[in-house]
């Protein structure tokens, strides 16, 4: 098969994440006979450096000639502290969500035995604990209409969800759990927000087309709690983009370090793959961030191109990779550190 990749690193440690999984994809495709072809894209605050914008349009057209984006991170301290900034990196992450169409974020969270001890979470709740996130990524407060009142001193963001931006990531998630262990929960604030009565009336409605799936139905302050004290609750959980964003961000803790959590960003478009912990900027070009949840994304972005051998292929090298301990220093626990780019080397070499 034919493969062409656009690589986004981003900025701060995405792009010698984004390297590794490039390694790896390289080396899956030279196992099975592919052929893959990459493109490059400037997005975040390397971007706005360089245009002024941090999603040029250039980019979105790179992004739409590809058959899938390996994304980096996007952010910089430069931005952190001015909350009246004119441009952010973070809009660029924002625009090519929306842009591309991407509603849909998949977050799966697994445990590896060999990382088990050092989740915060005792073993005995941690040890089995495999379920995906699925949150909402186009609506909500992020896109809603957000401004400012009175001189400025009243500010505003509206959680706005329309019936089919629900009804679309429902039934994602429904055919997830579907092929999972067939039990959905639905995360929501249903006895505050309107917006979440009608995401629960929606799922309620769209429930008996899915008999084989167990749906329950839980309030995010809930949900938050259950993560850490019975994580091995949940298969598949659904949830808007705000609740989302905080809930994997504490999934990420259960499975011993956010350095291995892969996402998937699907819709309309071409979908992004990216790790989930951010450009770690204190970490950029000290070649010491765990490349792991990016090679881990490059896996996601096969199978997601219909290559599962391939995918797998990826996985079990990264598990064996933790197992003979060639791991950057966030999972040395005193043993060896390895640098990214070693890490990238050696599963790279095992594929
Ligand atoms: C994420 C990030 C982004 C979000 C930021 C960088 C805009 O935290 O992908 O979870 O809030 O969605
Ligand atoms: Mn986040």
Request: hydrophobic share 40%; with cysteine; glycine share 10%.
């Amino acid at each position: 098969m034919d493969i062409k990749i656009a690589k986004l690193p981003g900025d701060g440690i995405g792009p010698e994440v984004v390297e590794q999984g490039v390694k790896a994809i390289d080396a899956v495709c030279r196992k099975f006979g592919h052929k893959v072809e990459y493109s490059f894209g400037y997005v975040g605050a390397c971007a706005i450096d360089k245009t002024g914008s941090a999603f040029p349009e250039e980019t979105y057209q790179t992004c739409l000639e590809a058959d899938a984006v390996l994304f980096g991170a996007v952010g910089d301290p430069r931005y952190d502290n001015d909350p009246v900034a004119k441009v952010r990196p973070e809009q660029g992450l924002l625009a090519m969500r929306k842009q591309l169409g991407l509603y849909a974020n998949l977050r799966p969270v697994e445990t590896f035995d060999a990382l088990v001890d050092k989740s915060p979470l005792k073993r005995e709740l941690v040890e089995g604990a495999d379920f995906i996130c699925i949150r909402e990524l186009t609506g909500g407060m992020y896109f809603g209409e957000k401004g400012r009142r009175d001189n400025g001193d009243t500010a505003f963001d509206t959680n706005l969800y329309h019936r089919y931006e629900v009804e679309r990531i429902l039934k994602l998630a429904f055919e997830y759990a579907q092929r999972r262990r067939k039990h959905l929960t639905v995360v929501d604030k249903a006895n505050v927000l309107e917006s979440s009565r009608l995401w629960r009336q929606i799922a309620q409605e769209m429930a008996p087309q899915y008999p084989d799936v167990v749906t329950d139905y839980m309030y995010v302050d809930n949900a938050a709690m259950k993560l850490i004290n019975g994580p091995k609750f949940f298969d598949v959980i659904v949830t808007e983009n705000t609740f989302g964003d905080i809930l994997t961000d504490e999934a990420s803790c259960v499975s011993g370090s956010m350095g291995l959590l892969a996402s998937a960003s699907v819709g309309e478009k071409t979908g992004v793959f990216e790790p989930i912990h951010g450009s770690y900027p204190q970490a950029a070009g000290k070649n010491i961030a765990n490349p792991l949840a990016t090679i881990l994304s490059a896996a996601m972005l096969l199978e997601h191109l219909g290559l599962a051998k391939e995918g797998r292929a990826v996985r079990d090298a990264v598990a064996a990779s933790i197992d003979a301990g060639i791991v950057t220093e966030d999972l040395a626990d005193g043993g060896k550190a390895y640098s990214t780019s070693e890490v990238g080397d050696w599963v790279a070499a095992h594929i």
